[in-house]
């Protein structure tokens, strides 16, 4: 199997994820990559895992990726506050760090295909706690050969990222809110990427389905690029020492942004601790501090509802690895979660995952960093990196580490502008208030120009008001694609 090939496919033939067959290293030594641009940076990483792109073609998807799309030529910058170094990963089209992975994977997708002769038209089915579904339909939109349909829980997302997926423009595009979480809807997915039959039928039609997940290989690659740059940006800056070694911080849901930071760590990037934080749906937390994975519990609403998951897909790549690369065992493992609702991991395999720190913060825990950053640094942030402000504090309390540390950032302070506001003024500041009233009231507390992916959708007419329960996904497929 080749990475293109990989890429197209989304999930393995059984139901598994891909993984390299072996991690490569950086070729070239970090002082060298340290003045290199984002684009430059990217190739250097991404050719080691994408091995039968060649050079022109990867270079060619960097470029048509991460252009003026991106509101700074850094495309992602660091902001140091609270002597941390806060990765601001939201400077594209959906103000989220998605925006990363999946402004290229249409490209790498697309080039996939025609290197593989592929003659139908590829089908993205997503499942989004919020942010994935907006940003891959922005990168699919109108994009040739494929469609994307994309699936949301509907009471489990901001006002704002609603308003973002409904208005989605492009004819290709298509959005269903799912009566129930994004577990049920992440599981309908994977359900139908299952369906042998369907698979047939489909093909029969002219179709072929792919996952803009962050279980597609696709979109793990790209987010290793920002760890690495970070590091870079430190280095030049005179931050760090040549080789010394930073810890990073991730607010963590699916656990596709922080494996992307191992991954990092396993190409040579000197990464010390992965602090793996939390919300209320505190699942991992739980996991790294006993080993069971347990995800028969009460799903939480919390105010940072891209981490509302408890069934972390990627965690499943961490695991094949801490078994030794057996991957029956990885099975075994993921077919009792699946059945049982839990699994126990051994000691060995706990010994493997001690470079990982979890931790949680409450909404509250999570409302006092952000307040806490703002009334001291002028800092804003938004409430997913909130959780990881407030989990890196207790980190530090804990261990006493005061190893350089990389905030993931992971999205716009707009994009949960009544959430933000609420954390720095109080609930009073944003009740009987417009999502929009609070976003203006936001740019003038913070000085922070509102960013155009808000200010579009200010007007913007909706296009899609499709709903269905978690059964009948698969019929809404169908019917879409007229089969
Ligand atoms: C998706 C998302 C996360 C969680 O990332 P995972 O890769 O799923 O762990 C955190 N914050 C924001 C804003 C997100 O959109």
């Given at each position: 199997m080749t990475a293109s090939q990989a890429i197209l496919q989304?999930?393995?033939?059984?139901?598994g994820l891909f993984m390299p067959t072996e991690f490569p290293r950086l070729d070239k030594p970090l002082k060298e990559l340290a003045p290199l641009s984002y684009q430059e940076t990217a190739y250097e990483v991404m050719k080691l895992f994408l091995t039968d792109y060649t050079e022109e073609e990867l270079k060619s998807c960097i470029a048509k990726a991460y252009d003026?799309?991106?509101?700074?030529?850094?495309?992602a910058p660091l902001a140091k506050a609270d002597g941390a170094y806060f990765l601001?990963?939201?400077?594209?089209?959906?103000?989220?760090?998605k925006d990363m992975a999946l402004s290229i994977l249409p490209h790498l997708m697309t080039v996939a295909a025609k290197k593989n002769h592929v003659d139908k038209e590829i089908v993205i089915l997503t499942a989004t706690s919020g942010d994935t579904g907006k940003a891959a339909m922005a990168g699919f939109a109108?994009?040739?050969g494929t469609r994307i349909i994309v699936f949301y829980p509907k009471d489990g997302v901001s006002r704002i990222q609603e308003l973002q997926m409904r208005t989605q423009k492009g004819d290709n595009t298509c959005v269903a809110a799912i009566e129930g979480n994004f577990d049920d809807a992440q599981t309908g997915v994977k359900k139908i990427f299952g369906d042998k039959e369907l698979e047939k039928e489909l093909a029969r039609a002219g179709f072929q389905l792919s996952s803009a997940?962050?279980?597609?290989i696709g979109r793990l690659v790209p987010q290793i690029v920002y760890y690495v740059y970070a590091y870079c940006k430190l280095l030049a800056g005179g931050e760090i020492k040549d080789g010394e070694a930073i810890n990073v911080v991730v607010p963590t849901g699916n656990f596709g942004n922080i494996l992307a930071a191992y991954f990092a760590k396993r190409i040579d990037?000197?990464?010390k601790t992965l602090v793996c934080a939390s919300n209320e749906n505190k699942v991992l937390y739980d996991f790294f501090s006993t080993g069971t994975y347990d995800r028969r519990r009460e799903f939480i609403l919390t105010n940072s509802p891209s981490m509302d998951?408890?069934?972390?897909?990627?965690?499943e790549r961490l695991i094949y690895l801490s078994t030794g690369c057996d991957a029956q065992a990885d099975k075994e493992l993921m077919r009792e979660l699946a059945e049982q609702g839990s699994y126990r991991a051994t000691d060995s395999m706990r010994a493997f995952m001690s470079d990982f720190w979890g931790g949680f913060a409450s909404q509250e825990e999570s409302g006092a960093a952000i307040r806490k950053l703002f009334e001291d640094c002028g800092y804003l942030i938004d409430t997913h990196t909130g959780v990881a402000a407030a989990v890196y504090g207790k980190y530090k309390k804990e261990t006493g580490d005061r190893t350089a540390a990389v905030i993931?950032?992971?999205?716009?302070p707009y994009k949960f502008a009544p959430s933000v506001m609420a954390a720095v003024k109080g609930e009073a500041a944003v009740q009987d208030k417009d999502a929009f009233a609070v976003v203006d009231a936001l740019s003038e507390m913070s000085g922070v120009p509102v960013p155009q992916a808000v200010n579009e959708i200010r007007t913007a007419p909706i296009r899609h008001s499709r709903e269905c329960a978690p059964e009948e996904m698969e019929n809404l497929v169908k019917n879409v694609l007229g089969v």
């Open positions: 989304g999930l393995a033939q059984d139901g003026s799309k991106f509101d700074t030529e850094e495309i601001e990963l939201y400077h594209g089209n959906t103000i989220a760090f109108d994009v040739p997940n962050s279980i597609n990037l000197p990464v998951i408890l069934i972390s897909s990627n965690l993931a950032s992971t999205a716009s």
